[in-house]
């Protein structure tokens, strides 16, 4: 079943976040994840808001996991260390 992979982010070094994200769109493509959120209009409703949230659509739970544990993804998270206050969460969707 496909997954959604969820991050919501406040960049604190909009610098080193540029780098993350220049490296993070191809280990997302990579991996068959589409963005279909990035950064656009939101409305908080509960819990900690985040400026900037970011939405991309994967084959399954397992494609996205394993994208955030590629080399590749693990070589652009670096750049984010630091450099942002976020979270992520995968969820599979139920069609």
């Known amino acids: 079943?496909?997954?959604?992979w969820i991050a919501h982010v406040t960049v604190t070094d909009s610098e080193a976040y540029g780098r993350y994200?220049?490296?993070a769109?191809?280990?997302i493509a990579k991996h068959g994840g589409v963005f279909i959120a990035r950064g656009g209009r939101f409305v908080q409703l509960e819990g900690k808001e985040r400026p900037r949230n970011v939405v991309a659509r994967f084959p399954s739970v397992e494609d996205a996991e394993a994208c955030y544990h590629s080399p590749e993804y693990q070589a652009a998270l670096d750049h984010a260390r630091g450099a942002s206050?976020?979270?992520l969460?995968?969820?599979?969707?139920t069609e």
């Open 1 to 4: 079943m496909p997954a959604l």
């Open 89 to 93: 969460v995968i969820v599979e969707i």
């Open 21 to 23: 994200a220049a490296l």
């Open 85 to 87: 206050e976020r979270e």
């Open 25 to 27: 769109g191809p280990a």
